[in-house]
């Protein structure tokens, strides 16, 4: 079954694993998804991600993180929607918790967090919050 907005579907299956407990979740791949899940590695969000290559469909296999049985992901949230797009300046992006958690942008040079767009003076489309 085709899916309409493939990143809140990789947001919700992480939501979800981590509600359940799961260690090791496992989601249809895509650039975007890959590139999603390098920065939430780079922030300790997610212990470590591998792609596993089908004729198919690939998959891409997430680890999330746990501390003592407390995951290290509290929250996410889906900003830019297929129908409202959410973009802002370099002075315009927004902060997450106070500086707790990042926002994923996505800019010219590819995805960033906001703090790495804020240092290059970039702007871009504000995808995800993550805390």
Known sequence: MPVTDPISDFLTRIRNAVKARRVVVEIPSSKMKLGLADILKKNNFIDDYSLIEDNKQNVL??????????????????????????????????????????????????????????SNSLGGEVVCFVW
């Open 61 to 118: 296999k997430v680890h999330l993180r746990y501390n003592n049985g407390v995951p290290a992901i509290s929250g996410l949230k889906r900003i830019s929607t297929p129908g409202l797009k959410v973009y802002k300046q370099k002075n315009e992006l927004p902060r997450v918790l106070n500086g707790l958690g990042i926002a994923i942008i996505s800019t010219s040079k590819g995805l960033l967090t906001d703090n790495e767009a804020r």
